[in-house]
């Protein structure tokens, strides 16, 4: 991508209005590496008391272990073998346990079925996603699950395998009611990004109102998707904020109560302990 096709940077945070946790959020990536304290800065501005940041293949984790040191009892990270990713060698249930035990390590994901980007043959990656549940089952830590067009087939194997024993959620859902429901009624959870925001999305705005508060957690999956009125600018953890006030809207709440119950579920979800600033 050339210089002047990248994406603006948010120069001010949003106001605050309540404790907010992007539940899922890149800022590992390389994508912030020339400002990751100013990110860092503007998430608390806009009232973030935590954040998980994912990592999704072998090479990233020292990373991203680094990122979470700089910002101890604020951020957490997340690990596992992206389902896309089909030519990496497969990990074993011990592996990913080795990489998942680290204390700053608050659940195995993302993991997954894709059937958007990857077709033809997906036992491998069926397989690959029943070995991060295992894993995931052993630690007592939760699946972070990417189900993109797969939705159905994963809570199948979620369910087969007995994932409500550590806990999952589908992020950046996608799907129907019906695979919504049926997640929560599995002892899953649904995370929405900034697409809930999109003029396009009433389908998942449907299916937000619907849902209970409790089984919702919000989440940028920066440094894409920058919700409405952030279209065209690089998403960050600190615009989070618009996916509460349009979970509130269709509920018809105060997106302080939508603010503060979906940092409430993710801080038990990921075992947060100590949040700086928490007061929810």
């Known amino acids: 991508m050339t210089a002047d096709k990248k994406p603006r940077i948010v120069q001010k945070a949003p106001e605050p209005f309540g404790p907010l946790f992007d539940s899922h959020a890149h800022i590992n990536s390389e994508e912030f590496d020339a400002d990751r304290g100013a990110v860092l800065e503007r998430m608390r501005e806009a009232g973030l008391v935590g954040a998980v940041t994912v990592a999704c293949d072998y090479g990233e984790v020292d990373k991203l272990l680094e990122v979470v040191d700089s910002a101890p009892g604020f951020l957490k990270g997340a690990w596992a073998l992206h389902p896309e990713y089909e030519d990496r060698r497969e990990p074993a249930v011990d592996e990913i346990v ?122 940028t999956d920066c440094p894409y998707m920058a919700p409405v009125p952030y279209r065209g600018r690089r998403c960050e953890p600190s615009l989070v904020g618009e996916v509460a006030r349009t979970i509130a809207a269709v509920k018809e709440i105060d997106p302080a109560l939508a603010a503060r119950t979906t940092t409430q579920t993710a801080r038990r979800f990921f075992a947060f302990d100590q949040l700086e600033n928490a007061s929810v």
């Open 98 to 219: 080795r990489i998942c035990s680290d204390a700053r390590i608050a659940a195995v994901g993302e993991t997954g079925l894709d059937y958007y980007w990857c077709k033809g043959d997906l036992s491998w990656q069926r397989e690959r996603f029943i070995r991060h549940i295992d894993a995931a089952r052993e630690l007592g830590k939760p699946l972070i699950v990417h189900a993109r067009e797969a939705e159905d087939d994963a809570l199948d194997i979620l369910i087969a395998h007995k994932a409500r024993e550590c806990g999952f959620v589908l992020h950046c859902f996608g799907g129907t009611l019906e695979t919504a429901q049926r997640a929560v009624d599995n002892g899953g959870l649904v995370s929405f990004t900034g697409v809930l925001t999109f003029k396009s999305a009433e389908n998942l705005r449907s299916i937000a109102r619907v849902l209970p508060l409790e089984a919702l957690m919000i989440e």
